[in-house]
């Protein structure tokens, strides 16, 4: 039991003055201050109120006289700098000389009553003993009724729980934290439902801690407010798994930084962004730079705005989620011209209408420099024709080529190619080349060209896109009539023609004869260490014998092989390449030489398997998406029939998913997302399918049930209980 304080009077004028006019000397037990001090204006009641109290001072000292009286709790300071709980009751009474605030105080601590109902206290002790959870009781005055064992762990100096009854948090903890407690008692003593905070905690032995702490109001039979109940949990794992995140995301901007990728968030509706400092760099702008859809257009080459803006309203209308994007800029910081390559992904609404991109951007400069240096070197090359086409019409040739066909300078601008072809099916068959630029970056053939003067010319092709978009592509011609009429040497020259890809050259014998610098490049074997060697020397353990033998009976059988195989470099790594391999015949149709060309095609498998991964599986919880779940089904609805089995498919939501992403954030939101996927996956057996259809809708696909009807049902409700269980109640 606390020892009795007294009462407290105290009458204020309700003037501009605000001055107290009566104090009682109990003034002194209750806030360590005389009433003398208050009565000469050395201290007022005003002065000591807590600062989140400021509603009910306002109250107090308000000159309208409703209401003329009320009790009310409220946070005073003591002059040892302490807070006190008080109850107080108001009386407003009119004088002659004006309205008079007549105050009654006490300390809260005072007005606390000990439990008596033995049976009560047995089932709450219980309870109290063996949560792990920290529960606490408060009444209306915000003092301790009840606490469990575990809450002692906030507060080691009290030893028991039973030590907090009759206490405040401004008693216990520090006041910062008390301030915490008291702010949630205060909004559930106010009407709300619930509260919520999450507060860190400072341990005696200097550790620290963190509780998600929610109150809750206790009520009696008439539904009043009669207390409040509190119920934390330690999520200080959480909480340091949390920064640990955070570090990690600041080892990923430093990543970015050193691989010279900068990232940026585009709010389209708010027209605002935000980039990293890696992209200030290559932008050349500083903190100070706006950052509006007004000066981010500033940045874009003026030749290149139009279009880059009307490439964003064509991906906004067809609600593409990627978008990749290549224009220049104007650096603000020194004036100078860069190339930016723009990768990332547009974040719809549920309406469809785009809220956001967010993405990468990288300086293309150097990059694109030395792939103009390697252009002007082919297109001013004298011997090697090239052509510019769009939509397989002529936009540009070089001079070489208008001198190998018999043309006039810039007499071919605009001119279809399918005047170079002998027949409509030679004109149609280097679709198939167009395929191969499509699958590897590249593509070679061979064609009879018709020169103007109706002669004909062999000519050896390699074509690359140069604008996807807008279908235009570079194309390289080398006159090979000679070469196929030639001896032996040139025959191989006419076959190895493509000095970019690795090349490979063996005798009859399959003993390496000759490797250009790619193949060295590729393999890491310099020429001198396989030259007298066989190509076996790259030999991976990937194919099985079958596949070298079946190989080389279309290579011997057909005069050429090609196709994907697997290959190992001199350090040992594997690698996938897509390789061709030619036999050299001589006049009399006997094979001197076989040639093989290769691409190292690791990046393009790569992007397939990641295009395959985009294409059936959800970004943000790795489940199936919609697309995988049909096929899944469909296979899941032809196996049902054939083996008699039953299935069942379960439809699941988030009900206030929409509220969680509008008050927490969408980060929280994806975080949820991510864990509901998780759970639901831990709920079903290997060979079912959790599915995620988009927003917070997901689909759990069960298969194998039992032919019976009743058990395939109760299966069923045992699953729905499982994740039910896992997901809503955990």
Known sequence: MHNHLPEVHISITLDHLMAAISVSDSIYSLLGFDANDFLTGKVSLQSRIHTDDQDIADELFSIEPNPASRSFNIRLRHANGRIRCIKGHYNRAKRIDGWVLEILLKDAKSLWQAQTEQSMLTNFNALMDNTDDFIYFKDLNHVFIGASKSLVKTAPQLQHWQNFLGLTSYDVYSEEYADVCYRLEKEIF???????????????????????????PIKNAQGEITGAFGVAHDITESKLNELTLIESEAALQESQKIAGLGSYVYHIQDKIWASSDTLDKILGIDSNYPRTETSWDALIHPDDLASAKHYLRRKFAKKSLEFDREYRVIRPSDGAERYIRGLGRLVFDEQGNPLRMHGTIQDMTVIRNELLNEKRAILGNQLVGALALKQRRVIWANSAFETMLGYEPGELVGVSTRRFYINEQEFQSVEATYAEISKHGIGHTQHQYVRKDGSLIWVALSGTLLN???????????????????????????????????????????VILRVNRAFSEMTGYEASEVIGQTPKLLKSDVHDQSYYADMWNTLLAEGKWQGELWNKRKNGELYPEFLTITAVKNLDGKVTNFVGSATDITHSKAAAAEIENLAFYDHLTALPNRRLLLDRLKQALLYSARHNNDGAILFLDLDHFKTINDTLGHDTGDTLLQEVANRLTACVREGDTVARLGGDEFVVMIEGLSELKAEAATHTEDIGEKIWVSVFHD
Do not use: C, Y
Not at 190 to 216: C, M, T, Y
Not at 479 to 495: G, H, M, T, Y
């Open 190 to 216: 106010s009407g709300a439902k619930f509260a919520h905070d999450i507060q860190e905690i400072r341990l005696p032995n200097d550790g620290i801690s963190w509780v998600d702490n929610k109150s809750f």
């Open 468 to 510: 996807k978009e807008n279908d235009e592509s570079l194309w390289t011609f080398v006159d090979i009539s000679q070469q196929k009429n030639a001896e032996n040497e040139l025959r191989i020259a006419a076959v190895a023609f493509e000095s970019h890809e690795s090349m490979l050259i063996t005798d009859a014998n399959n």
